[in-house]
T-cell receptor, first 114, second 112 residues
Framework: DGGITQSPKYLFRKEGQNVTLSCEQN?????MYWYRQDPGQGLRLIYYSQIVNDFQKGDIAEGYSVSREKKESFPLTVTSAQKNPTAFYLC?????????????FGDGTRLSIL | QKEVEQDPGPLSVPEGAIVSLNCTYSNSAFQYFMWYRQYSRKGPELLMY????GNKEDGRFTAQVDKSSKYISLFIRDSQPSDSATYLCAMSAGTGGFKTIFGAGTRLFVKA
């Protein structure tokens, strides 16, 4: 079945540590996104990529980094510069870069501070 | 003012009730409108997707868009306990509209 796989489901970070969240899709979608979800705040866009080897900052990119070396993969690194990383992280993808095709989501990674 | 406003609830209804969920928005460029359902500790699941104004029905769910009032609604008929979840509205502009703006979500409880 086609879909978006995020791993791990739960992740713990120590102070000063960088951690990487995985996102893989087999939907052949061009565009991929990372969101952060905090209680009562909805989804906030961290980074997005419309094509391989290209990505742009979203609304809250500070303390995060991404890469897009393959169409199927869009990993997110939460760096030690992100002082409040505890949140639910969601990866999404959509077929094209134009129009309004809806995004499809993975089941998220919950990141907590140790 | 946020681009998309959605009452966070919680909204509690008895089983079998008709549920009305709503969002308002400020950007008149939005043309594509979506509703997602999100269960606890899961990702949002696309429920309804509409373009421009009008109604769309799918089983027990009806989505309405009123662009003149910048107001969208999701109706759930014969609500079931399994409908208990958070419902997110979302919208995006047309050509070149890569960004989707999400509401904060309304938490719904359907009591058996």
């Amino acid at each position: 079945d086609g879909g978006i796989t995020q791993s791990p489901k739960y992740l713990f970070r120590k102070e000063g540590q960088n951690v990487t969240l995985s996102c893989e899709q087999n939907l052949n979608h061009d565009a991929m996104y990372w969101y952060r979800q905090d209680p009562g705040q909805g989804l906030r866009l961290i980074y997005y990529s419309q094509i391989v080897n290209d990505f742009q900052k979203g609304d809250i990119a500070e303390g995060y980094s991404v890469s897009r070396e393959k169409k199927e993969s869009f990993p997110l690194t939460v760096t030690s510069a992100q002082k409040n990383p505890t949140a639910f992280y969601l990866c999404a993808s959509r077929p094209g870069t134009g129009g309004g095709q809806p995004q499809h989501f993975g089941d998220g990674t919950r990141l907590s501070i140790l | 003012q946020k681009e998309v406003e959605q009452d966070p609830g919680p909204l509690s209804v008895p089983e079998g009730a008709i549920v009305s969920l709503n969002c308002t928005y400020s950007n008149s460029a939005f043309q594509y409108f979506m509703w997602y359902r999100q269960y606890s500790r899961k990702g949002p699941e696309l429920l309804m997707y509409t373009y421009s104004s009008g109604n769309k029905e799918d089983g027990r769910f009806t989505a309405q868009v009123d662009k003149s009032s910048k107001y969208i609604s999701l109706f759930i008929r014969d609500s079931q306990p399994s409908d208990s979840a958070t419902y997110l509205c979302a919208m995006s502009a047309g050509t070149g509209g890569f960004k989707t703006i999400f509401g904060a979500g309304t938490r719904l409880f359907v009591k058996a």
